[in-house]
């Protein structure tokens, strides 16, 4: 990735870069501490920011679906499938929002604590970028924030609404998320201490990045489609049916890509 801008002086591309990305940052910083202005906040906001807020936005109306459809009969699956729909909308987002940060050559502190606060979990600090293209890195990097909402606690809370509404289920579903909110930690973590490429990208995701979930989401949606919904109804059954440990075998496939996102071993290369 690189940044649009000029050499001048006898500078370095990566200085000019670095430049003008710190002066973006600057004057976010003066905008948000500033006492007097209209909508200092939301002038604040880069257009990268506002495109994340999106994939945020995807996510939770996916949640609302997915809560709209348990509370009318089982037998109409508009919300559901409108739950189903809201979540590869979040993945066009997740992608286009690194786009255009790109694009635009800007970083975002904004950006930057996006991730604690749609996460709803503790913020680790961002990683401090020493060359250009980490500063664009960090920038994409934490803008991360809404792909534990569209592409962990959407899925989980999709695959609630159709039936695996156990005691068990939910906790699997709970490790679920949770491995999902651990991989994301991690991987802005480590992403600088990765192996790089020419361009200075990582090679390779550790573990199976959290939008490949979406497989899962896919396979919900064919349950859908065959009218396999409900507790009594779902692909394979149900194991201990009345006791503590009553579960359905198919929350397996959840724990099983939860296991996976966090792997260590798994090395994915990147595109």
Not at 195 to 204: F, L, V
Not at 215 to 237: C, D, K, R, S, T
């Given at each position: 990735?690189?940044?649009?801008?000029?050499?001048?002086?006898?500078?370095?591309?990566?200085?000019?870069?670095?430049?003008?990305?710190?002066?973006?940052?600057?004057?976010?910083?003066?905008?948000?501490?500033?006492?007097?202005?209209?909508?200092?906040?939301?002038?604040?906001?880069?257009?990268?920011?506002?495109?994340?807020?999106?994939?945020?936005?995807?996510?939770f109306m996916s949640?609302?679906?997915?809560?709209?459809?348990?509370?009318?009969?089982?037998?109409?699956?508009?919300?559901?499938?409108?739950?189903?729909?809201?979540?590869?909308?979040?993945?066009?987002?997740?992608?286009?929002?690194?786009?255009?940060?790109?694009?635009?050559?800007?970083?975002?502190?904004?950006?930057?604590?996006?991730?604690?606060?749609?996460?709803?979990?503790?913020?680790?600090?961002?990683?401090?970028?020493?060359?250009?293209?980490?500063?664009?890195?960090?920038?994409?990097?934490?803008?991360?924030?809404?792909?534990?909402?569209?592409?962990?606690?959407?899925?989980?809370?999709?695959?609630?609404?159709?039936?695996?509404?156990?005691?068990?289920?939910?906790?699997?579903?709970?490790?679920?998320?949770?491995?999902?909110?651990?991989?994301?930690?991690?991987?802005?973590?480590?992403?600088?201490?990765?192996?790089?490429?020419?361009?200075?990208?990582?090679?390779?995701?550790?573990?199976?990045?959290?939008p490949t979930s979406?497989?899962?989401?896919?396979?919900?949606?064919?349950?859908?489609?065959?009218?396999?919904?409900?507790?009594?109804?779902?692909?394979?059954?149900?194991?201990?049916?009345?006791?503590?440990?009553?579960?359905?075998?198919?929350?397996?496939?959840?724990?099983?890509?939860?296991?996976?996102?966090?792997?260590?071993?798994?090395?994915?290369?990147?595109?």
């Amino acid at each position: 990735m690189s940044l649009r801008t000029g050499v001048a002086n006898g500078g370095t591309a990566k200085d000019s870069a670095t430049s003008l990305s710190n002066g973006s940052q600057e004057k976010q910083k003066m905008l948000l501490a500033s006492d007097t202005g209209h909508f200092s906040m939301i002038r604040a906001l880069h257009l990268a920011d506002l495109i994340t807020e999106l994939n945020g936005f995807c996510g939770f109306m996916s949640i609302l679906s997915s809560m709209r459809y348990c509370l009318g009969p089982p037998t109409q699956y508009g919300p559901i499938w409108t739950a189903l729909a809201f979540m590869p909308f979040g993945l066009f987002f997740d992608f286009m929002d690194g786009k255009v940060a790109r694009w635009r050559g800007k970083s975002s502190l904004m950006g930057q604590e996006l991730d604690s606060l749609a996460d709803l979990s503790q913020s680790y600090g961002p990683v401090v970028p020493e060359t250009a293209k980490e500063v664009l890195l960090s920038t994409t990097l934490t803008l991360t924030s809404p792909l534990q909402i569209s592409f962990g606690v959407s899925p989980a809370v999709c695959a609630f609404a159709l039936g695996l509404r156990t005691q068990l289920d939910t906790l699997l579903l709970a490790f679920f998320v949770l491995c999902g909110l651990t991989r994301l930690a991690r991987f802005n973590v480590t992403v600088v201490a990765l192996p790089k490429d020419a361009s200075g990208k990582s090679k390779y995701f550790e573990g199976t990045p959290i939008p490949t979930s979406l497989a899962i989401v896919a396979m919900m949606a064919v349950w859908v489609g065959n009218g396999w919904v409900g507790e009594g109804n779902l692909p394979g059954g149900v194991l201990g049916k009345g006791g503590l440990a009553e579960v359905h075998p198919v929350v397996g496939v959840f724990v099983g890509w939860g296991c996976m996102m966090v792997s260590k071993s798994i090395h994915i290369p990147k595109p």
